[in-house]
């Protein structure tokens, strides 16, 4: 059962631009968001968060907005930059249990 | 650097043959978790212990599999008789007790079953 689902599998966007990043999920039990970064031959690192109770989370060039009653959360990069090229894995949590999406490649082109 | 760290980074193995693999989470961080990816997937989640504790484990995990973290602090998953399909990479995370802790995770294990 797919909860969590990030529709692009693909993304190309050319350096200082903004890239916005999809995510939906079904399960409403979830209150916990986050995005997680992935470069070839490493694990997921962890970028930024939010929480239910917020509908924004700011941090440097990245900032996540959630719409709850969507059940849709979004991750914009702006400026993009080169080294932003990497696979975003949005991932949903509440009670103990997180589920991630299958990831979408961004590529940034210089 | 004291990241999650995870051994091996790759184990290539006949099928029929039992591996095991190492997680060292972070010092502090008392929950600890396994997840298996595939390619072209996100991770899925398999267990996780706080401390010691096995507290939660997805139906993912068959018999062949299992987990332990005997004091707390590394943890260790074994795979018995491995099949073709347990080929996988084979994440390890931890976090901080609570509401709200990002998980960090390792670099995985890459397991190949020939």
């Known amino acids: 059962d797919q909860q969590v689902k990030q529709n692009s599998p693909s993304l190309s966007v050319q350096e200082g631009r903004i890239s916005i990043l999809n995510c939906d999920y079904t399960?409403?039990?979830?209150?916990?968001f986050l995005w997680y970064k992935k470069y070839p031959a490493e694990g997921p690192t962890f970028l930024i968060s939010?929480?239910?109770?917020?509908d924004k989370n700011e941090d440097g060039r990245f900032t996540v907005f959630l719409n709850k009653s969507a059940k849709h959360l979004s991750l914009h990069i702006v400026p993009s930059q080169p080294g932003d090229s990497a696979v975003y894995f949005c991932a949903a949590a509440g009670n103990n249990d997180m589920r991630f999406g299958a990831g979408t490649r961004l590529t940034v082109k210089p | 650097d004291t990241g999650v760290s995870q051994n091996p980074r790759h184990k290539i193995t006949k099928r029929g043959q039992n591996v095991t693999f190492r997680c060292d989470p972070i010092s502090e961080h008392n929950r600890l978790y396994w997840y298996r990816q595939t390619l072209g997937q996100g991770p899925e989640f398999l267990t996780y212990f706080q401390n010691e504790a096995q507290l939660e484990k997805s139906r993912l995990l068959s018999d062949r599999f299992s987990a332990e973290r005997p004091k707390g602090s590394f943890s260790t998953l074994e795979i018995q008789r491995t099949e073709q399909g347990d080929s996988a990479m084979y994440l390890c995370?931890?976090?901080?007790?609570?509401?709200?802790?990002?998980?960090?995770f390792g670099d995985g294990t890459r397991l190949s079953i020939l």
């Open positions: 939010i929480s239910s109770i917020k």
């Open positions: 995370a931890s976090s901080l007790r609570g509401p709200n802790q990002p998980q960090h």
């Open positions: 399960n409403s039990m979830f209150d916990y």
